[in-house]
């Protein structure tokens, strides 16, 4: 089997970003009057609960936006463009559909990581850019000095450049222990047991999965604990020389 690396699911997981813009794209071209939208409406009314709100839709992409916001439908929760499409009635979105839910279904785990990890950058930067408006106006007002930011955790860093790295040492080694190493990374049985259902002749892509899954679990500015867990789950696991062999990756220069 070739080696699933982190690069290999990003472009995955950047693949399926254009794709569920398309197929958003190929259902708003299939919505082509009034009457259609409508009809729309209609079929997803319940599901929204406001009538008020739907009531302001007058276009399809609002429509779609206003799912979006009540998180009923996004990159992981496309199936309500499933209902749409039995009433646009298009080939071409229910194919889009289809091909987009089995590259979700097979990649679940490491797209979900990298979609949580884009929603906290983007909410960390829409935070950011407040701070920087109030430090503009509180230094069009007082001229004393602005606060100076937090040093980024030097630990998280290092992590983060290594763990491809990691994983790639981790999915070569741990073997057919997999899953009791997963138990050992809080990872869920049932999670684990649809990992297994995934991907049932490949090992490596189980032990990737198991691996993403834990990691989840931390925002990126906490990624030490996850790494002390990661040590735990080792020694637990009887592999401390794997649990030295990646403190000493997390100690070189």
């Known amino acids: 089997m070739d080696r699933i690396s982190v690069q290999d699911h990003r472009a995955v997981y950047e693949r399926l970003c254009k794709d569920y813009l398309n197929m958003k ?15 729309c409406k209609r079929v997803l009314s319940e599901d929204i609960h406001s009538n008020r709100k739907l009531s302001r839709v007058t276009e399809f992409d609002q429509l779609l936006l ?19 499409e039995q009433v646009l009635g298009s080939k071409d ?14 990649h679940y785990t490491a797209v979900r990581r990298f979609h949580l990890e884009d929603l906290r950058y983007r909410d960390r930067r829409t935070l950011l850019e407040k701070e920087v408006e109030k430090l503009k106006l509180h230094s069009t007002n007082d001229h004393s000095p602005a606060p100076t930011q937090p040093v ?31 138990r050992y990374l809080n990872v869920p049985a049932a999670e684990l047991d649809e990992i297994e259902e995934r991907n049932r002749n490949d ?15 931390f925002t990126e500015d906490v990624l030490e604990q996850f790494v002390i867990l990661l040590q735990k789950a080792l020694e637990s ?7 030295r062999k990646i403190e000493s990756m997390l100690q070189a220069n």
Do not use: H, M
């Not at 794209?25 to 009034?34: E, I, P, T």
């Not at 090992?203 to 679990?217: D, G, P, T």
């Not at 696991?237 to 649990?243: A, E, T, V």
């Open 25 to 39: 794209l190929l259902a708003q071209n299939a919505c082509n009057d009034r009457e259609c939208l409508e009809r």
């Open 66 to 84: 206003l799912l979006e916001q009540r998180n009923l439908l996004s990159l992981l929760k496309p199936d309500l463009i499933g209902r749409l």
């Open 93 to 106: 979105v229910a194919c889009a559909l289809q091909s987009y839910q089995n590259s979700l279904s097979a």
């Open 152 to 182: 980024p955790n030097a630990k998280c860093l290092k992590y983060l450049q290594k763990r491809d790295t990691i994983y790639t040492l981790l999915q070569l080694e741990i073997g057919k222990s997999w899953k009791i190493f997963g």
């Open 203 to 217: 090992l490596k892509a189980r032990i990737y999965e198991v691996l993403a899954a834990a990691e989840a679990q």
């Open 237 to 243: 696991s009887r592999r401390k020389d794997l649990k």
